[in-house]
C-alpha cells in the first residue's frame, strides 16, 4: 500500500540548552608501544558514540590520551635505550598519527606528564590523607610490572611467580608506603550498582564486580618507594604516586576540579570506554570509591568490551593478542592491507576497519579477528549490501540525474525503516555497536530485497513512469537514511553517500528527528555521479586459504593472524536421521569393534547442550551457510556456522533455541570461525530441521 503519510517523528530533542556536556573517554593508554587494533577498538567506538551523540544533539566531549607515568613505560625506554621523555613523546606522538589515521575526532589528547595532571593528583592525595581515607603503613606482597597491579597471595601462583589472571610475571616486595582505604566503601560502592543496573555495562561485567566485592575489598597501596618517573607524594620526594591512582584521576583533572567555576559542566562522565583487563579491579572498583571518598558523582556508565582473540598457527586455537607472542596488527598494516587489495582510498578503508571492530567486538564475550573476517565484511556488508543498494539505482541514470516524486510511501518499507532506527536507538542505550550495525543492515537488506523485487528497470521498458519514480524514490531515501545510521561508525562513506544524493550536509549536528524520518530526500534535487564505494576484493585471487592476504611481516614485526583452516563437512544424514559431528569427533573403537559403534565412554566426551539463537547471517559466497551468534549459558556467546540457509531465513532464527555439541574442536569454514555445531534432522525433501527442547530451558543446559 503507498500513501503520502511521513513515518512519525520522534520529541525535539533540547539539549542544546543544558549545560552539562555529554563526556565520553577511552582509557588513557600505555606508552609501552604502538597502538594495536585492539587498542583502536576502544578508541573507535568512543569516537562513533561521540559521532552519534552528536548527531543526537547531546554536545558530545571526547577525551582519549596516554598513560606516561608507570614504571614499565622507563622500563621499555631503557630497553630501547632512549631517555625517557624523548621516548614517551615519541610513542604518545604515534597514538595521535594514529587516531588521525582512524579519523578519531577527539576534544582532547590528555597526558599524564602534564603539569595540570600532576597538580591535581597532588591535590586528591592530600585531600583524602586529611580525611583519613589515605593512611601510612607497610605493604609485603606481590606486584607485577607488566600489569601495574599488585595481587594478594591467592591470585599469584608461587610456583611460577606469574599472576593467574594475566600470566604476567610478579616480585615480591615489602616497603612502607601510603594505603587508600577501599575497604570503607565496598557496601557503598555494592549499593550503588544494584540501586543504578545502567551503571556498568555489561551485565556480565557488573556480575563479576559485584563478586569481586563479595570477596572483600582490602586497602590498596597507592605509593612506591622509588624517585625519578612519575609523580611524587606531597612533601616526600623518594615516593611517587602508584600509577593506577594517578591514571584514573585524568578523567576528572579534564574538567578542571576543584578549581574552574564550570567544573561540572563537564564531570561526571557520562560514559568510560574500556577493555575488560582494566574493567573490575580499577574503574569498576578503585575508582569509584576514589569518587566517594572525595564527594563527588560517579560516572553515569562504564563500558567494558572483550578482548580480541587471535589464532595460534601451531596450535590453531584462538588466543588472547600478545599471548604467545602473537600479536594484533596495527592499524596502518591492516589498512595498507585493505588499500592493497580493494584498490578503495584510504579513507573508505579506514572505514571498513572502523566497521569491522565496531561490528564484530563483543561486550560479553571476546570475538575473534582474523584477515578473513575483515575482509568478508568488506565485500558482504560493505560492497554487496551498502553500496550496492545505492549504485544500482544512481547508475541507471532515472530521471535525468534528480530524485524523481514518488507516488506515495510504502507503508511496508517505512515500517521497516521505523523498526531498524528504533532498534538502532535501543542498541546503543547499551553501547553495543555490533546490535545497532544488525539493526541498520535490517534496512540495508530491505532495500536490496525492495529494488530486486520492484524491478525498476522492467517498470521502465513497459513505460510505467510513476512507478518507476516510487520505486527509484524509496531506493534512494533508503539509503539515505542508511546512510545516516551508518554515519558515526562509516564517516568518510556516509559523506560519499550522502554527496551522490545531493546533500550537501548529511547528518549535521543536532539534527536527529529530521534526519531519522522517512521522506527526507527532496524531489527535483539534483544527483552526484554514481561512483562504487567499496570495489569488491576477489578472494578467488587469494587462493583456497588467505594465508597471503597479509603483508609479509619484517623479521620482528608484528603478525597479521591469517591461517586458516578448512574442514571436512559431516555428511548429510538419510532422511529422518539426525546429523551431528563428523566422525573425527568420535574416537575410534579398538579391536573388532564396527566403526558404526561408539562406546559409551566415547559418548560422554560429547558434549550437547541447549543454546539459544542471537543473530544469524548469511555468509557471503556460501548458499547453504549462515553464521549464527548463540548463547550456551552465563557468559558463554560464541559463534558457529550451520548449514542450513536453505531451510531457514536468517530473520527467523534468533529467539529459538538449538541443541548443539559444545566441545567440538573448532574450526575455519570460509573464513569464519565455528565453536561447535548444531544438530538438525533432514526430512524427506532433504531439509534440514533443527533440534529443539520440548520446552523451554536455560541456554547450557545439558543434554542427557
Not at 601495574?148 to 599469584?156: A, L, M, N, P, S
Not at 543498494?389 to 521505523?418: C, M, S
Not at 560519499?496 to 527532496?522: C, D, K, P, Y
Not at 561408539?598 to 556460501?622: S, Y
Amino acid at each position: 500500500m503507498l500513501t503520502m503519510t511521513a513515518a512519525p517523528t520522534e520529541a525535539v530533542n533540547d539539549s542544546f540548552l543544558d549545560t552539562k556536556r555529554y563526556y565520553i573517554t577511552t582509557p588513557i593508554y600505555y606508552v609501552n608501544g604502538a597502538p594495536h587494533v585492539g587498542t583502536a577498538t576502544t578508541t573507535v567506538l568512543a569516537d562513533a558514540t561521540a559521532r552519534y551523540r552528536r548527531l543526537r544533539g547531546d554536545r558530545p566531549y571526547f577525551l582519549t590520551g596516554t598513560d606516561e607515568n608507570a614504571r614499565k613505560v622507563t622500563e621499555a625506554a631503557e630497553k630501547a635505550g632512549r631517555e625517557t621523555l624523548p621516548f614517551v613523546d615519541e610513542v604518545s606522538q604515534r597514538f595521535v598519527e594514529t587516531w588521525k589515521l582512524m579519523n578519531c575526532d577527539y576534544d582532547v589528547f590528555f597526558r599524564t606528564t602534564e603539569a595540570r595532571h600532576r597538580r591535581i593528583v597532588q591535590e586528591v592525595f592530600t585531600r583524602l590523607k586529611a580525611a583519613g581515607d589515605v593512611y601510612p603503613g607497610v605493604y609485603e606482597g606481590w606486584y607485577s610490572v607488566a600489569d601495574e597491579t599488585f595481587f594478594r597471595d591467592t591470585d599469584v601462583d608461587e610456583t611460577t611467580q606469574t599472576a593467574k589472571e594475566s600470566g604476567a610475571k610478579v616480585e615480591r616486595v615489602r616497603e612502607d608506603t601510603y594505603f587508600f582505604r577501599l575497604s570503607a566503601y565496598g557496601d557503598r560502592l555494592k549499593a550503588h550498582i544494584l540501586t543504578h543496573p545502567d551503571f556498568l555495562v555489561p551485565d556480565t561485567r557488573r556480575n563479576e564486580v559485584l563478586a569481586f566485592i563479595e570477596q572483600g575489598l582490602r586497602d590498596i597501596n597507592i605509593t612506591q618507594n622509588r624517585s625519578g618517573w612519575g609523580i611524587e607524594v606531597p612533601g616526600e620526594p623518594n615516593k611517587i604516586i602508584y600509577v593506577w591512582f594517578d591514571a584514573l584521576i585524568n578523567y576528572l583533572a579534564e574538567s578542571g576540579w576543584p578549581d574552574a567555576p564550570d567544573w561540572d559542566t563537564l564531570w561526571p562522565a557520562n560514559v568510560h570506554f574500556m577493555g575488560k583487563e582494566i574493567y573490575t579491579r580499577f574503574h569498576a572498583t578503585l575508582w569509584p570509591a576514589m569518587l566517594m571518598a572525595l564527594g563527588l558523582p560517579l560516572p553515569q556508565h562504564v563500558v567494558g568490551h572483550g578482548w580480541w582473540l587471535v589464532r595460534d598457527p601451531k596450535t590453531l586455537a584462538f588466543v588472547k593478542g600478545s599471548k604467545s607472542g602473537i600479536q594484533l596488527p596495527l592499524p596502518q598494516e591492516t589498512v595498507q592491507l585493505l588499500q592493497e587489495r580493494s584498490g578503495a582510498p584510504e579513507a573508505i578503508c579506514v572505514d571498513a576497519l572502523r566497521y569491522y571492530l565496531c561490528r564484530d567486538i563483543q561486550l560479553q564475550s571476546d570475538a575473534e579477528f582474523s584477515v578473513e573476517m575483515l575482509i568478508t565484511r568488506y565485500n558482504s556488508d560493505l560492497a554487496n549490501d551498502l553500496g550496492n543498494v545505492l549504485n544500482r539505482v544512481l547508475r541507471a541514470k532515472y530521471f535525468e540525474g534528480t530524485i524523481p516524486q514518488p507516488g506515495g510511501f510504502d507503508d511496508a518499507l517505512t515500517a521497516v525503516a521505523a523498526q531498524a532506527v528504533s532498534g538502532y536507538k535501543a542498541a546503543l542505550e547499551r553501547f553495543d555497536w555490533g546490535a545497532a550495525l544488525q539493526a541498520a543492515w535490517t534496512l540495508v537488506g530491505a532495500l536490496n530485497k525492495y529494488v530486486a523485487e520492484k524491478e525498476p528497470w522492467t517498470l521502465a521498458r513497459n513505460g510505467d513512469t510513476q512507478g518507476v519514480a516510487t520505486v527509484v524514490y524509496h531506493a534512494l531515501e533508503g539509503a539515505r537514511l542508511a546512510a545516516v545510521l551508518v554515519s558515526p561508525v562509516l564517516p568518510s562513506a556516509a559523506a560519499a553517500m550522502g554527496a551522490q544524493l545531493g546533500i550537501a550536509n548529511l547528518a549535521a549536528e543536532g539534527t536527529w528527528s529530521e534526519a531519522t524520518r522517512w521522506g527526507g530526500l527532496v524531489p527535483g534535487t539534483p544527483i552526484g555521479e554514481p561512483t562504487p564505494l567499496f570495489p569488491r576484493i576477489d578472494t578467488r585471487a587469494l587462493g583456497t586459504g588467505t594465508a597471503d592476504a597479509a603483508p609479509s611481516p619484517k623479521k620482528g614485526s608484528r603478525t597479521m593472524n591469517t591461517a586458516s583452516q578448512e574442514p571436512t563437512f559431516a555428511p548429510v544424514a538419510e532422511p529422518g536421521k539426525t546429523t551431528a559431528a563428523s566422525d573425527s569427533a568420535l574416537a575410534k573403537p579398538e579391536g573388532g569393534g564396527s566403526s558404526d559403534t561408539v562406546t559409551i565412554d566415547d559418548f560422554a566426551r560429547i558434549q550437547l547442550k541447549i543454546a539459544e539463537i542471537l543473530t544469524a547471517e548469511r555468509i557471503e559466497g556460501a548458499k547453504k551457510l549462515l553464521r549464527l551468534r548463540i548463547r550456551v549459558g552465563e557468559g558463554d556467546d560464541r559463534q558457529l556456522v550451520a548449514g542450513i540457509a536453505e531451510s531457514y531465513a536468517p530473520e527467523d532464527l534468533p529467539g529459538r533455541q538449538i541443541v548443539v555439541i559444545a566441545n567440538l574442536q573448532p574450526a575455519t569454514i570460509r573464513g569464519v570461525q565455528s565453536q561447535g555445531m548444531l544438530l538438525a534432522a533432514t526430512d524427506s525433501e532433504g531439509r534440514a530441521i533443527l533440534l529443539k527442547p520440548d520446552a523451554p530451558v536455560a541456554p547450557g543446559s545439558k543434554v542427557r
